[in-house]
């Protein structure tokens, strides 16, 4: 029987991956072993003692390793287990490996044609996408394979699950202090709106506002940097843009990709506004169409204001796995200029769904 290691599968990610595994009964005919960087030796899933994440003695002995620690440890143990021989599949949510030669970027409705090449050829390392980039190319994916794109500027607007579970929590307890503020003026129906504002900057300020994990306050702003600076003045977040997006189509002729990444106090869908230069003028229903053919979960929204505000926000997109994409129009600077916005959960096309669904994959190849 395979042998399959789950390691960060306790953490917001994690946990997310584990419930769509169960879902889809991914590992009702493999041994799955559970691993702790801090519980060792305590009951894990099933009641067997948690194994060392950080051993790699214990990991060895599997054929497929899945893991949502994090970068840090993924840098500790993975070249350790290489060295020592191990010739498993290493399957990560972390970006520590994505760029290396011998991994590929995984989102299979995108690039399945890829991951089998690499099956075939003997890789090994397969690595789940920077979520804004995953759900950037679940929505225009089809598009930009068509050959018709000549670059995108994608101005994000992405959720507080991006940044991690305290990060989150902290996000929900600054709301939780202004709305709790303004109680009593929201009560009063003479109460003045300047006088709400007035209560809610003066506690956005105030030192009441836990914002540790934040930086600086989130609710009711926006933070317009996410993770490091790199080089020419773009953020970590801005670069991954155009490197994965190439990789994961396998482009020969890069298509540039950049814009300006966003915090908001979104809970769990990442947003984005797209600017997309053609290489000609295509009419718009063909543009549509070739969006449409970006997954079986993309869905072109009519260009108006109820279907906007009903399908085409984080509140309703949460939770599930469509990938509307919409405000689909020509734009000022020409015909060749179209303009879209899509939201995608973040959670799961970008981030826990493209590595559950390398688990049949795997299964399958391995046989
Ligand atoms: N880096 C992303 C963010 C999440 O900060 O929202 C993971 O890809």
Redesign the pocket.
């Known amino acids: 029987m395979l042998k399959f290691g789950f390691i960060g599968w306790r953490g917001m990610v994690g946990s997310v991956l584990m419930e769509r595994i169960g879902l889809n009964r991914d590992i009702d005919s493999v041994e799955a072993l559970y691993y702790s960087t801090s519980q060792v030796g305590q009951p894990g899933p099933g009641g067997a003692p948690l194994l060392d994440a950080d051993d790699v003695s214990q990991l060895e002995q599997l054929d497929v390793i899945v893991t949502c620690q994090g970068s840090g440890h993924t840098k500790r143990v993975y070249p350790a287990l290489r060295s020592a021989g191990w010739s498993g599949y290493w399957v990560d949510a972390s970006?520590a490996l994505r760029m290396a030669d011998d991994a590929v970027i995984v989102l299979d409705p995108i690039n399945r044609a890829q991951i089998d090449a690499a099956l075939k050829d003997g890789i090994k390392t397969f690595i789940g996408g920077?979520?804004?980039v995953s759900l950037m190319l679940m929505a225009i994916g089809g598009l930009l394979r068509s050959g018709h794109v000549e670059w995108v500027s994608t101005m994000t607007y992405?959720?507080a699950?991006?940044?991690g579970a305290k990060f989150l929590k902290e996000l929900v307890s600054q709301m939780g202090l202004l709305g709790s503020a303004a109680q009593e003026q929201l009560v009063d129906p003479a109460a003045s709106v300047l006088e709400i504002d007035r209560i809610i900057t003066q506690q956005l300020h105030s030192p009441k506002l836990a914002s540790a994990i934040t930086g600086v306050p989130l609710a009711a702003s926006l933070i317009p940097w996410?993770?490091s600076a790199v080089e020419e003045g773009q953020t970590r977040?801005e670069w991954k843009g155009q490197v994965e997006t190439n990789k994961i189509l396998g482009t020969t002729d890069p298509i540039p990709v950049d814009g300006i990444c966003v915090?908001v106090g979104a809970m769990r869908c990442?947003s984005q506004g797209l600017t997309i230069k053609l290489k000609e003028d295509l009419p718009l229903d063909e543009v549509e169409a070739l969006i449409k053919e970006s997954s079986e979960w993309t869905r072109v929204i009519p260009n108006a204001k109820t279907e906007s505000m009903q399908a085409l926000t984080p509140a309703a997109v949460s939770g599930t796995l469509e990938i509307p994409v919409g405000r689909i129009r020509k734009m000022k600077m020409g015909p060749r200029y179209v303009a879209a916005f899509t939201v995608g959960d973040?959670l799961l096309w970008?981030?826990a769904e493209p590595l559950r669904r390398m688990l049949p994959i795997l299964k399958n190849h391995l046989g």
């Open positions: 970006s920077n979520c804004t992405q959720s699950s991006g940044a996410i993770d977040e915090r990442h973040q970008g981030a």
